[in-house]
Structures are given as C-alpha cells and as structure tokens.
C-alpha cells in the first residue's frame, strides 16, 4: 500500500522559513515523478512544484507567487522529497500536499495518482 507522509508544516511570521518533508513507502520511491500542491481555505487545491524521478527536472507553478523563494528535492536512497520554502508571505498560508505519479510530472490534479494527507502551513503577518 503505497502511502505518502508529510511532515514539517507549522505556524511562522511573514519573512519565516519551512522545510516541509513527504515519505513515501510501499512504492519504488524512485520510479515516481513527484510533487507538492497547496489547497488554501476555500480555494481549488493548486500546484506548487514538481521533480522528475531522479531530480534532474523540476517544475513550479507558473507564476511569481513562489518563484525565488520555494525550492523542491529530493533523496530518493532515503525514499523522501523536500520543499524549502523561504520568504514566506501569508498568502502562503494553506495545507500543503505532497503528490505522486508514476508516469509523468504531478504538475494537475488529475496527474495525480497518490496523495499524502497534507501538513498545515500557516504565515502570520
């Protein structure tokens, strides 16, 4: 049973940094595209990035909104992915999902074939 773990979420002051993890086990970590998805309160839940399965590709939203200030990685001997958020603003604030697909980059929902159960990130002003 393949089962995608996040962990690294919490509450930080605009400016703050958080290093989210996702680990992932019952699944050949490094067959699997992977990425990270947000889902604010009452919002759509939104792609953030993306890392093909070795880390020699990624992929972020398409937009200034992290661009510069989130990071995606990966260490697939220790079967985990990693995003390093920096320069955190409120509007970041969301519960943030860690996303797995094995044939290509999790970049939509529907890419999606695995999900984790998502950790709180919440910036104050």
């Known amino acids: 049973q393949v089962q995608l773990v996040e962990s690294g979420g919490g509450s930080v002051q605009a400016g703050g940094s958080l290093r989210l993890s996702c680990a992932g086990s019952?699944?050949?970590?490094?067959?699997?595209?992977m990425g990270w998805f947000r889902q604010a309160p009452g919002k759509e839940r939104e792609f953030v990035a993306a890392?093909?399965?070795?880390?020699?590709?990624?992929?972020?939203v398409d937009s200034d909104s992290v661009k510069g200030r989130f990071t995606i990685s990966r260490d697939n001997a220790k079967n985990t992915m990693a995003l390093q958020m920096n320069s955190l603003k409120p509007e970041d604030t969301a519960v943030y999902y860690c996303?797995?697909?094995?044939?290509?980059?999790?970049?939509?929902?529907?890419?999606?074939?695995?999900w984790g159960q998502g950790t709180q990130v919440t910036v104050s002003s």
């Open positions: 019952g699944l050949t970590f490094s067959f699997y595209h």
């Open positions: 996303a797995a697909n094995v044939m290509e980059l999790p970049t939509i929902t529907r890419r999606v074939t695995h």
């Open positions: 890392i093909s399965r070795s880390g020699g590709s990624t992929e972020y």
